[in-house]
């Protein structure tokens, strides 16, 4: 059994466009609200927090529907094309709105930006889940983990284009109001070309007609054919399901409560740029990218449940390290890039192998479903930490962000202990088998 990379390589290409829209978005949208609109942390955490509740309906809605869909393009590509160009349209309104406040202030222009904003969000929600739920409806179920992997890779890829463009346009921190625009554009610009690859390259009928046909061959568990006639989990895997659920939670509540804030910290703490907090970033995100491959592999060896928990001590440890280390140092030392390698490693170990273990509960049909309740609960985390973390830094100390992050990862390493189903293994080679190298 092996995995088809080219072909995995071309479905990672809608998650590269989301994920180089949320690196943008959660880059420059602080930035925006605090620096241009002069919100304090706690407003601009609440409104950093709306795409989060709004995913919490939109990501298992559109989940669904796309499982139900019967278009000519598949179930899932109309939602990736209407939603992504929705998406590029409504995006480019954003630096507008902010530039002509900058120009002549108005109350009305920044309830005109709120109102771009929400209808991007919501844009946006309409076709990440069938865009993340693509993949396993082509994967056979022993191979997701490696083929997540690539998945990853190619989000992290839209990511780095993301901040090593900003990295170049602003590495100088400047005192003088500083439009956002070409980013924007530039970001749209990769949006459309993904797009593009993903409608004209990516035959999803024919692709889900080949797997259906793969699984007549190699029939699933009892536990599919139970879910696939609508009945209920057995209670061991609901507790499973539930714990890993949490788990998710807890991670992404320490996790996005750094990428977050993580500009705005490290231009108050450390007097850093864009550009140059960004470069911690890149760093972060170039180590995520040299580990999802190995990281998949991993997993399909020693199992996803043990790499994903070492994934968190190694992310909990990396955040409580960076915080002694700024005390201590009263800034920001060259020390701290080994500790942003690592928190990339940490999350593609953790990120990887967490939604094949979520859709590994579940039948081929309800992938699109079981992908929303793994947004449903990440995303739910998501809406409390940017307020939470801003009342933080607002109330408490910037420095408290770390810690804060450390405290939920490790929670999510106890939890983990708890998760008894959805790690599947690839099966062991034997004989001449072992010596086939893999795509």
């Given at each position: 059994?092996?995995?088809?990379?080219?072909?995995?390589?071309?479905?990672?290409?809608?998650?590269?466009?989301?994920?180089?829209?949320?690196?943008?978005?959660?880059?420059?949208?602080?930035?925006?609200?605090t620096?241009?609109?002069?919100?304090?942390?706690?407003?601009?955490?609440?409104?950093?927090?709306?795409?989060?509740?709004?995913?919490?309906?939109?990501?298992?809605?559109?989940?669904?529907?796309s499982?139900?869909?019967?278009?000519?393009?598949?179930?899932?590509r109309?939602?990736?094309?209407?939603?992504?160009?929705?998406?590029?349209?409504?995006?480019?309104?954003?630096?507008?709105w902010?530039?002509?406040?900058?120009?002549?202030?108005?109350?009305?222009?920044?309830?005109l930006?709120?109102?771009?904003?929400?209808?991007?969000?919501?844009?946006?929600?309409?076709?990440?889940?069938?865009?993340?739920?693509l993949?396993?409806?082509?994967?056979?179920?022993?191979?997701?983990?490696?083929?997540?992997?690539?998945?990853?890779?190619?989000?992290?890829?839209?990511g780095?284009?993301?901040?090593?463009?900003?990295?170049?346009l602003?590495h100088?921190?400047?005192?003088?109001?500083v439009?956002?625009?070409?980013?924007?554009?530039?970001?749209?610009?990769?949006?459309?070309?993904?797009?593009?690859?993903?409608?004209?390259?990516?035959?999803?009928?024919?692709?889900?007609?080949?797997?259906?046909?793969?699984?007549?061959?190699?029939?699933?568990?009892?536990?599919?054919?139970?879910?696939e006639?609508?009945?209920?989990?057995?209670?061991?895997?609901?507790?499973?399901?539930?714990?890993?659920?949490?788990?998710?939670?807890?991670?992404?509540?320490?996790?996005?409560?750094?990428?977050?804030?993580?500009?705005?910290?490290?231009?108050?703490?450390?007097?850093?740029?864009?550009?140059?907090?960004?470069?911690c970033?890149?760093?972060?995100?170039?180590?995520?990218?040299?580990?999802?491959?190995?990281?998949?592999?991993?997993?399909?060896?020693?199992?996803?449940?043990?790499?994903?928990?070492?994934?968190?001590?190694?992310?909990?440890?990396?955040?409580?390290?960076?915080?002694l280390?700024?005390?201590?140092?009263?800034?920001?030392?060259?020390?701290?890039?080994?500790l942003?390698?690592?928190?990339?490693?940490?999350?593609?170990?953790?990120?990887?192998?967490?939604?094949?273990?979520?859709?590994?509960m579940?039948?081929?049909?309800?992938?699109?479903?079981?992908?929303?309740?793994?947004?449903?609960?990440?995303?739910?985390?998501?809406?409390?930490?940017?307020?939470a973390?801003?009342?933080?830094?607002?109330?408490?100390s910037?420095?408290?962000?770390?810690?804060?992050?450390?405290?939920?990862?490790f929670?999510?390493?106890?939890?983990?202990?708890?998760?008894?189903?959805?790690?599947?293994?690839?099966?062991a080679?034997?004989?001449l088998?072992?010596?086939?190298?893999?795509?």
């Amino acid at each position: 059994m092996k995995l088809d990379t080219k072909r995995t390589v071309l479905v990672g290409f809608a998650f590269l466009s989301i994920c180089a829209f949320w690196q943008m978005y959660d880059n420059l949208v602080p930035l925006i609200l605090t620096n241009t609109f002069h919100l304090n942390e706690t407003l601009s955490g609440a409104i950093m927090a709306a795409d989060n509740v709004l995913a919490l309906f939109l990501l298992p809605l559109f989940g669904g529907l796309s499982d139900k869909c019967k278009s000519p393009l598949g179930r899932r590509r109309p939602f990736i094309l209407f939603g992504t160009l929705a998406a590029i349209v409504l995006m480019l309104q954003l630096p507008i709105w902010a530039d002509s406040y900058h120009a002549a202030p108005g109350g009305g222009k920044i309830a005109l930006f709120i109102l771009c904003l929400g209808l991007l969000l919501i844009a946006m929600g309409t076709y990440r889940s069938p865009a993340v739920a693509l993949m396993p409806d082509i994967t056979p179920k022993p191979l997701r983990s490696k083929a997540n992997a690539i998945i990853n890779l190619m989000g992290a890829v839209g990511g780095i284009l993301y901040l090593l463009i900003t990295t170049f346009l602003y590495h100088v921190k400047s005192e003088t109001y500083v439009s956002y625009l070409p980013l924007f554009a530039i970001v749209a610009g990769i949006m459309a070309v993904a797009l593009a690859i993903v409608m004209f390259f990516v035959n999803e009928p024919e692709l889900v007609k080949k797997q259906e046909e793969f699984e007549k061959q190699h029939p699933e568990d009892d536990l599919a054919e139970k879910t696939e006639k609508g009945e209920l989990l057995p209670k061991a895997v609901k507790r499973s399901l539930a714990f890993l659920l949490i788990s998710i939670s807890l991670w992404f509540i320490g996790y996005n409560g750094v990428s977050t804030w993580f500009s705005v910290y490290a231009e108050n703490v450390w007097g850093m740029s864009l550009g140059q907090a960004n470069t911690c970033l890149t760093i972060a995100t170039g180590g995520a990218i040299l580990s999802y491959i190995p990281v998949g592999n991993v997993a399909s060896r020693i199992g996803r449940r043990k790499t994903i928990r070492f994934g968190t001590l190694l992310l909990s440890g990396s955040f409580l390290v960076a915080f002694l280390l700024t005390s201590v140092l009263q800034g920001f030392s060259p020390v701290l890039y080994i500790l942003f390698l690592l928190v990339g490693l940490a999350w593609a170990a953790i990120n990887v192998n967490s939604l094949p273990m979520v859709v590994e509960m579940c039948s081929g049909s309800e992938v699109g479903k079981f992908t929303g309740l793994y947004y449903t609960f990440s995303m739910s985390a998501q809406i409390v930490t940017p307020i939470a973390a801003g009342w933080l830094l607002r109330n408490v100390s910037y420095l408290s962000l770390f810690p804060y992050a450390a405290l939920f990862v490790f929670a999510s390493f106890v939890t983990m202990g708890f998760v008894r189903h959805g790690d599947n293994k690839v099966p062991a080679k034997k004989g001449l088998e072992a010596y086939d190298v893999e795509d």
